[in-house]
Protein backbone atom coordinates (compact mmCIF):
# COMPACT_ATOMS: atom_id res chain seq x y z
CA UNK A 1 0.00 0.00 0.00
CA UNK A 2 1.21 3.60 -0.99
CA UNK A 3 1.99 5.80 2.14
CA UNK A 4 0.61 9.06 2.55
CA UNK A 5 1.41 12.58 3.98
CA UNK A 6 -0.75 14.33 6.63
CA UNK A 7 -0.58 17.33 6.01
CA UNK A 8 -2.23 18.05 8.87
CA UNK A 9 -6.39 19.18 10.01
CA UNK A 10 -6.91 22.81 9.67
CA UNK A 11 -7.94 23.29 13.43
CA UNK A 12 -10.05 21.25 15.94
CA UNK A 13 -9.52 18.86 18.16
CA UNK A 14 -8.82 15.96 16.26
CA UNK A 15 -4.92 15.33 15.74
CA UNK A 16 -2.88 13.09 13.27
CA UNK A 17 -3.36 9.64 13.44
CA UNK A 18 -6.81 10.02 15.46
CA UNK A 19 -9.90 7.98 14.98
CA UNK A 20 -12.69 9.69 13.55
CA UNK A 21 -16.64 9.06 14.04
CA UNK A 22 -17.76 10.47 10.85
CA UNK A 23 -21.22 10.67 8.82
CA UNK A 24 -22.23 10.33 5.36
CA UNK A 25 -24.39 11.71 2.93
CA UNK A 26 -25.65 10.53 -0.38
CA UNK A 27 -28.36 11.55 -2.95
CA UNK A 28 -27.16 9.87 -6.28
CA UNK A 29 -28.25 10.15 -9.74
CA UNK A 30 -30.88 7.63 -9.75
CA UNK A 31 -33.03 10.41 -7.50
CA UNK A 32 -34.11 7.26 -5.25
CA UNK A 33 -33.23 8.89 -1.85
CA UNK A 34 -30.61 9.81 1.04
CA UNK A 35 -28.14 7.32 1.63
CA UNK A 36 -26.77 7.68 5.63
CA UNK A 37 -23.69 5.87 6.99
CA UNK A 38 -21.42 6.26 10.05
CA UNK A 39 -17.61 5.05 10.00
CA UNK A 40 -14.41 5.59 12.43
CA UNK A 41 -11.91 6.07 10.43
CA UNK A 42 -7.85 7.88 10.12
CA UNK A 43 -8.61 8.39 6.78
CA UNK A 44 -6.17 6.25 5.48
CA UNK A 45 -6.47 2.53 5.71
CA UNK A 46 -7.98 2.68 9.12
CA UNK A 47 -11.87 2.24 8.42
CA UNK A 48 -14.57 0.37 10.76
CA UNK A 49 -18.00 0.15 9.24
CA UNK A 50 -21.04 1.34 11.11
CA UNK A 51 -24.67 1.01 10.35
CA UNK A 52 -26.24 2.07 7.06
CA UNK A 53 -29.78 3.23 6.11
CA UNK A 54 -31.91 4.99 3.68
CA UNK A 55 -34.36 7.43 3.57
CA UNK A 56 -36.36 7.28 0.11
CA UNK A 57 -37.33 10.35 -1.45
CA UNK A 58 -41.20 10.70 -1.79
CA UNK A 59 -42.51 10.40 -5.81
CA UNK A 60 -43.64 14.13 -5.77
CA UNK A 61 -40.47 15.24 -4.62
CA UNK A 62 -38.40 13.07 -7.06
CA UNK A 63 -40.24 14.42 -9.83
CA UNK A 64 -39.65 18.34 -8.90
CA UNK A 65 -35.76 17.18 -8.53
CA UNK A 66 -36.17 15.75 -12.23
CA UNK A 67 -38.10 18.77 -13.14
CA UNK A 68 -35.18 21.36 -11.47
CA UNK A 69 -32.51 19.51 -13.84
CA UNK A 70 -33.93 21.51 -16.68
CA UNK A 71 -33.08 24.60 -14.47
CA UNK A 72 -29.67 23.31 -14.20
CA UNK A 73 -29.08 23.73 -17.75
CA UNK A 74 -29.32 28.10 -17.17
CA UNK A 75 -26.19 27.73 -14.59
CA UNK A 76 -23.33 29.50 -15.93
CA UNK A 77 -21.75 29.56 -12.53
CA UNK A 78 -21.00 27.40 -9.59
CA UNK A 79 -23.17 30.09 -7.10
CA UNK A 80 -26.37 30.39 -9.77
CA UNK A 81 -29.27 28.72 -8.46
CA UNK A 82 -32.20 30.32 -10.99
CA UNK A 83 -35.92 28.86 -10.91
CA UNK A 84 -37.06 27.00 -8.80
CA UNK A 85 -33.00 25.39 -7.91
CA UNK A 86 -33.10 27.72 -4.72
CA UNK A 87 -36.11 26.60 -3.18
CA UNK A 88 -35.21 23.18 -3.43
CA UNK A 89 -31.76 23.75 -2.16
CA UNK A 90 -33.32 24.34 0.75
CA UNK A 91 -35.85 21.68 1.27
CA UNK A 92 -33.38 19.29 0.56
CA UNK A 93 -30.95 20.33 3.32
CA UNK A 94 -33.87 20.17 5.52
CA UNK A 95 -34.27 16.84 4.42
CA UNK A 96 -31.45 15.78 4.41
CA UNK A 97 -31.10 17.23 8.41
CA UNK A 98 -34.26 15.22 8.86
CA UNK A 99 -32.93 12.04 7.60
CA UNK A 100 -29.62 12.51 9.98
CA UNK A 101 -32.26 13.09 12.79
CA UNK A 102 -33.88 9.23 11.89
CA UNK A 103 -30.56 7.59 11.50
CA UNK A 104 -29.30 8.79 14.86
CA UNK A 105 -32.61 8.06 16.70
CA UNK A 106 -32.88 4.46 15.02
CA UNK A 107 -29.31 3.52 15.77
CA UNK A 108 -28.96 4.94 19.22
CA UNK A 109 -25.88 7.64 18.35
CA UNK A 110 -26.22 10.75 19.91
CA UNK A 111 -25.86 13.87 17.90
CA UNK A 112 -22.66 15.10 20.19
CA UNK A 113 -20.32 11.96 19.36
CA UNK A 114 -20.61 12.70 15.42
CA UNK A 115 -17.08 14.38 14.75
CA UNK A 116 -17.98 15.72 11.13
CA UNK A 117 -20.47 15.33 8.61
CA UNK A 118 -19.70 14.51 4.65
CA UNK A 119 -22.63 16.18 2.60
CA UNK A 120 -22.60 14.89 -1.08
CA UNK A 121 -26.27 16.67 -2.20
CA UNK A 122 -27.80 16.57 -5.25
CA UNK A 123 -25.93 16.86 -8.33
CA UNK A 124 -27.84 18.55 -11.10
CA UNK A 125 -25.37 19.36 -13.52
CA UNK A 126 -21.96 18.37 -14.19
CA UNK A 127 -20.42 19.89 -17.02
CA UNK A 128 -16.67 19.77 -16.24
CA UNK A 129 -15.82 20.68 -19.87
CA UNK A 130 -17.29 24.38 -19.12
CA UNK A 131 -16.07 24.20 -15.71
CA UNK A 132 -19.36 23.16 -13.77
CA UNK A 133 -20.07 20.88 -11.42
CA UNK A 134 -23.34 21.51 -9.10
CA UNK A 135 -24.83 19.94 -6.28
CA UNK A 136 -27.66 21.32 -4.34
CA UNK A 137 -27.11 21.25 -0.67
CA UNK A 138 -26.82 24.19 1.23
CA UNK A 139 -23.69 23.23 4.04
CA UNK A 140 -24.19 25.93 6.08
CA UNK A 141 -27.37 25.35 6.72
CA UNK A 142 -27.00 21.74 7.29
CA UNK A 143 -23.87 22.31 10.18
CA UNK A 144 -26.86 24.98 11.57
CA UNK A 145 -29.43 22.41 12.10
CA UNK A 146 -27.83 19.28 12.72
CA UNK A 147 -24.32 21.61 15.04
CA UNK A 148 -22.43 19.83 13.65
CA UNK A 149 -18.88 19.99 11.23
CA UNK A 150 -19.50 20.12 7.59
CA UNK A 151 -17.64 19.39 4.52
CA UNK A 152 -19.65 19.81 1.08
CA UNK A 153 -18.70 21.05 -2.44
CA UNK A 154 -15.87 18.00 -2.97
CA UNK A 155 -15.91 18.05 -6.42
CA UNK A 156 -15.35 22.23 -6.98
CA UNK A 157 -11.38 22.61 -6.77
CA UNK A 158 -10.73 19.25 -8.66
CA UNK A 159 -13.06 20.86 -11.81
CA UNK A 160 -11.43 24.47 -11.14
CA UNK A 161 -7.92 22.52 -11.35
CA UNK A 162 -8.91 20.79 -14.61
CA UNK A 163 -10.20 17.64 -13.30
CA UNK A 164 -13.38 15.60 -14.50
CA UNK A 165 -14.86 16.23 -10.60
CA UNK A 166 -15.69 12.61 -11.06
CA UNK A 167 -15.31 9.79 -9.61
CA UNK A 168 -14.30 10.60 -5.86
CA UNK A 169 -14.69 7.64 -3.95
CA UNK A 170 -11.87 5.60 -5.52
CA UNK A 171 -9.49 6.71 -3.14
CA UNK A 172 -12.20 5.09 -0.41
CA UNK A 173 -12.77 2.03 -2.81
CA UNK A 174 -8.97 1.37 -2.02
CA UNK A 175 -9.01 1.64 1.32
CA UNK A 176 -12.25 -0.39 1.83
CA UNK A 177 -11.17 -3.41 0.31
CA UNK A 178 -7.42 -3.83 1.38
CA UNK A 179 -7.93 -6.76 2.94
CA UNK A 180 -9.18 -8.32 -0.27
CA UNK A 181 -6.15 -10.01 -1.94
CA UNK A 182 -7.41 -10.39 -5.44
CA UNK A 183 -5.33 -7.62 -7.63
CA UNK A 184 -6.10 -5.97 -10.07
CA UNK A 185 -9.25 -5.25 -8.35
CA UNK A 186 -12.36 -3.46 -10.05
CA UNK A 187 -14.75 -1.83 -8.43
CA UNK A 188 -18.30 -0.77 -10.36
CA UNK A 189 -20.73 1.62 -9.02
CA UNK A 190 -23.98 1.32 -11.01
CA UNK A 191 -26.14 4.18 -10.00
CA UNK A 192 -28.02 6.41 -12.60
CA UNK A 193 -24.85 6.83 -14.15
CA UNK A 194 -21.75 3.72 -13.65
CA UNK A 195 -18.37 4.47 -12.79
CA UNK A 196 -15.41 1.86 -11.92
CA UNK A 197 -12.43 1.67 -10.06
CA UNK A 198 -9.57 -0.38 -10.74
CA UNK A 199 -6.91 -0.86 -8.06
CA UNK A 200 -3.47 -2.33 -9.01
CA UNK A 201 -1.28 -4.80 -7.58
CA UNK A 202 0.79 -1.92 -5.48
CA UNK A 203 -2.32 0.23 -4.18
CA UNK A 204 -2.41 2.50 -8.00
CA UNK A 205 -5.55 4.33 -9.04
CA UNK A 206 -7.77 4.28 -12.05
CA UNK A 207 -11.37 5.37 -12.61
CA UNK A 208 -14.19 6.56 -14.77
CA UNK A 209 -17.72 6.53 -15.73
CA UNK A 210 -18.10 3.80 -17.80
CA UNK A 211 -21.26 5.13 -19.68
CA UNK A 212 -25.12 5.03 -18.70
CA UNK A 213 -26.09 3.10 -15.06
CA UNK A 214 -30.10 2.83 -13.50
CA UNK A 215 -31.03 6.33 -14.96
CA UNK A 216 -32.57 5.59 -18.71
CA UNK A 217 -33.77 1.95 -17.71
CA UNK A 218 -35.62 4.16 -14.85
CA UNK A 219 -36.81 6.75 -16.85
CA UNK A 220 -38.00 4.08 -19.75
CA UNK A 221 -39.98 1.60 -16.69
CA UNK A 222 -41.17 5.26 -15.33
CA UNK A 223 -42.56 6.14 -18.34
CA UNK A 224 -44.34 3.15 -19.49
CA UNK A 225 -44.86 1.33 -16.05
CA UNK A 226 -44.93 4.29 -14.10
CA UNK A 227 -42.66 2.18 -11.38
CA UNK A 228 -39.28 3.79 -10.76
CA UNK A 229 -37.23 0.92 -11.29
CA UNK A 230 -37.11 -2.27 -13.52
CA UNK A 231 -37.34 -5.00 -10.23
CA UNK A 232 -34.57 -7.49 -10.20
CA UNK A 233 -34.59 -6.81 -14.23
CA UNK A 234 -38.10 -8.78 -14.63
CA UNK A 235 -39.12 -6.67 -17.54
CA UNK A 236 -35.36 -6.68 -19.15
CA UNK A 237 -35.61 -10.60 -18.78
CA UNK A 238 -38.59 -10.84 -20.67
CA UNK A 239 -37.61 -8.65 -23.65
CA UNK A 240 -34.59 -9.67 -26.62
CA UNK A 241 -31.70 -6.81 -26.66
CA UNK A 242 -31.66 -4.76 -29.95
CA UNK A 243 -27.46 -5.37 -30.19
CA UNK A 244 -27.88 -3.55 -33.46
CA UNK A 245 -29.13 -0.26 -31.44
CA UNK A 246 -26.86 -0.88 -28.58
CA UNK A 247 -23.79 -0.58 -31.02
CA UNK A 248 -25.26 2.64 -32.34
CA UNK A 249 -24.90 3.86 -28.64
CA UNK A 250 -21.37 2.36 -28.04
CA UNK A 251 -20.34 4.06 -31.29
CA UNK A 252 -20.55 7.40 -29.30
CA UNK A 253 -17.85 9.25 -29.04
CA UNK A 254 -17.53 9.08 -25.09
CA UNK A 255 -16.66 5.18 -24.95
CA UNK A 256 -13.57 5.65 -26.92
CA UNK A 257 -12.56 8.77 -25.26
CA UNK A 258 -9.59 8.38 -23.10
CA UNK A 259 -10.07 7.67 -19.52
CA UNK A 260 -10.41 9.46 -16.83
CA UNK A 261 -13.34 10.73 -18.02
CA UNK A 262 -17.13 11.59 -16.17
CA UNK A 263 -20.78 11.79 -17.86
CA UNK A 264 -23.55 14.07 -16.85
CA UNK A 265 -26.86 11.88 -15.88
CA UNK A 266 -28.31 13.04 -19.10
CA UNK A 267 -25.75 12.78 -21.72
CA UNK A 268 -27.31 9.88 -23.56
CA UNK A 269 -30.84 10.15 -24.67
CA UNK A 270 -33.54 7.31 -25.35
CA UNK A 271 -34.53 8.64 -28.47
CA UNK A 272 -32.99 5.37 -30.42
CA UNK A 273 -34.96 2.80 -28.21
CA UNK A 274 -38.54 4.40 -28.82
CA UNK A 275 -40.14 2.18 -31.19
CA UNK A 276 -38.92 -0.58 -29.20
CA UNK A 277 -41.81 -2.93 -27.31
CA UNK A 278 -41.32 -2.18 -23.37
CA UNK A 279 -39.51 -5.11 -22.38
CA UNK A 280 -37.36 -5.09 -25.49
CA UNK A 281 -36.55 -1.28 -24.54
CA UNK A 282 -35.61 -2.18 -21.17
CA UNK A 283 -33.49 -5.78 -22.46
CA UNK A 284 -31.65 -3.45 -24.82
CA UNK A 285 -30.95 -0.34 -22.02
CA UNK A 286 -29.94 -3.07 -19.34
CA UNK A 287 -27.34 -4.27 -22.13
CA UNK A 288 -26.10 -1.43 -22.81
CA UNK A 289 -25.15 -0.38 -19.40
CA UNK A 290 -23.33 -3.96 -19.14
CA UNK A 291 -21.34 -3.07 -22.31
CA UNK A 292 -20.40 0.07 -21.29
CA UNK A 293 -19.18 -1.56 -18.07
CA UNK A 294 -17.20 -4.15 -20.22
CA UNK A 295 -15.64 -1.43 -22.40
CA UNK A 296 -13.85 -0.15 -19.56
CA UNK A 297 -11.71 -3.38 -19.70
CA UNK A 298 -9.85 -1.44 -22.95
CA UNK A 299 -8.96 1.65 -20.50
CA UNK A 300 -7.41 -0.98 -18.05
CA UNK A 301 -3.64 -1.15 -17.67
CA UNK A 302 -4.36 -4.86 -16.51
CA UNK A 303 -7.20 -7.42 -17.05
CA UNK A 304 -8.93 -7.47 -13.24
CA UNK A 305 -8.83 -10.32 -11.42
CA UNK A 306 -12.16 -9.44 -9.69
CA UNK A 307 -15.35 -7.23 -10.21
CA UNK A 308 -17.20 -6.43 -7.35
CA UNK A 309 -20.43 -4.69 -8.35
CA UNK A 310 -22.40 -2.11 -5.57
CA UNK A 311 -25.20 0.81 -5.77
CA UNK A 312 -28.43 -0.41 -6.33
CA UNK A 313 -27.68 -1.90 -10.04
CA UNK A 314 -26.55 -5.46 -8.49
CA UNK A 315 -29.87 -5.84 -7.31
CA UNK A 316 -31.03 -6.38 -10.97
CA UNK A 317 -30.89 -10.44 -12.10
CA UNK A 318 -30.74 -9.67 -15.73
CA UNK A 319 -27.76 -6.60 -15.37
CA UNK A 320 -25.69 -8.93 -13.08
CA UNK A 321 -25.87 -11.58 -15.53
CA UNK A 322 -25.37 -9.27 -18.59
CA UNK A 323 -22.02 -7.82 -16.95
CA UNK A 324 -20.88 -11.97 -15.93
CA UNK A 325 -21.14 -12.80 -19.48
CA UNK A 326 -18.99 -9.44 -20.89
CA UNK A 327 -16.69 -9.37 -18.59
CA UNK A 328 -15.46 -13.34 -18.55
CA UNK A 329 -14.16 -12.83 -15.52
CA UNK A 330 -15.63 -13.37 -11.92
CA UNK A 331 -18.34 -10.56 -11.08
CA UNK A 332 -19.81 -10.63 -7.49
CA UNK A 333 -21.92 -8.19 -5.42
CA UNK A 334 -20.03 -6.01 -2.75
CA UNK A 335 -21.42 -8.35 0.28
CA UNK A 336 -19.19 -11.21 -1.00
CA UNK A 337 -16.23 -9.14 -0.04
CA UNK A 338 -17.61 -8.15 3.36
CA UNK A 339 -18.73 -4.58 2.21
CA UNK A 340 -22.33 -3.02 2.09
CA UNK A 341 -23.41 -2.56 -1.62
CA UNK A 342 -26.32 0.28 -0.92
CA UNK A 343 -23.92 2.17 1.86
CA UNK A 344 -20.70 2.44 0.71
CA UNK A 345 -20.70 5.62 -1.25
CA UNK A 346 -22.67 7.28 1.76
CA UNK A 347 -19.61 5.90 3.56
CA UNK A 348 -17.02 6.90 1.05
CA UNK A 349 -18.73 10.89 1.57
CA UNK A 350 -17.92 10.21 5.57
CA UNK A 351 -14.11 9.38 4.97
CA UNK A 352 -13.52 12.28 2.10
CA UNK A 353 -14.63 14.72 4.61
CA UNK A 354 -12.30 12.90 7.06
CA UNK A 355 -9.03 13.83 4.53
CA UNK A 356 -10.71 16.95 3.39
CA UNK A 357 -10.37 17.99 7.22
CA UNK A 358 -6.82 16.48 7.28
CA UNK A 359 -5.78 18.66 4.27
CA UNK A 360 -5.66 14.77 2.33
CA UNK A 361 -5.69 14.30 -1.16
CA UNK A 362 -9.61 13.30 -2.98
CA UNK A 363 -9.17 12.85 -6.08
CA UNK A 364 -5.80 11.98 -8.12
CA UNK A 365 -4.53 12.15 -12.02
CA UNK A 366 -5.57 8.46 -12.55
CA UNK A 367 -9.11 9.01 -11.21
CA UNK A 368 -9.53 12.36 -12.46
CA UNK A 369 -7.44 13.66 -14.61
CA UNK A 370 -6.11 16.43 -12.48
CA UNK A 371 -2.62 17.26 -12.89
CA UNK A 372 -1.68 16.59 -9.36
CA UNK A 373 -3.25 15.12 -6.10
CA UNK A 374 -6.36 17.39 -5.05
CA UNK A 375 -8.04 17.82 -1.62
CA UNK A 376 -11.03 19.49 -1.64
CA UNK A 377 -14.46 20.45 0.23
CA UNK A 378 -15.63 23.59 1.91
CA UNK A 379 -15.61 22.55 5.77
CA UNK A 380 -18.23 24.55 7.99
CA UNK A 381 -18.16 25.01 11.72
CA UNK A 382 -21.11 23.56 13.61
CA UNK A 383 -22.23 24.73 16.32
CA UNK A 384 -21.68 22.33 18.86
CA UNK A 385 -18.42 21.01 17.20
Known amino acids: MHEERRLGKQDGSKREGDIWRALGLMSGTSLDGIDVAVIETDGCYDVRHGFTATYPYSDAFREQLKAALKDAGQIRAPGERPGRLHMLEQYLTELHAEAIGHYLTDHHIPIDSIDIIGFHGQTVLHRPDAGLTVQLGDGELLARLTGRDVVFDM ?229 GS
Open 155 to 383: RAADVAAGGQGAPLVPVYHRAAVARVEDRPIAIVNIGGVANVTWIGREGSLMAFDTGPGNAMLDDWMAAHRGVAHDEGGACAAEGIISEDLVTLYLKNHYFTAPAPKSLDRNAFGLDLVRSLSVEDGAATLTALAAAGIAKAREHFPEPAALWVVCGGGRKNKTLMSMIAERVENAVVPAEAVGLDGDGLEAEAWAYLAVRSALGLPLTFPGTTGVLKPMTGGKLVRGA
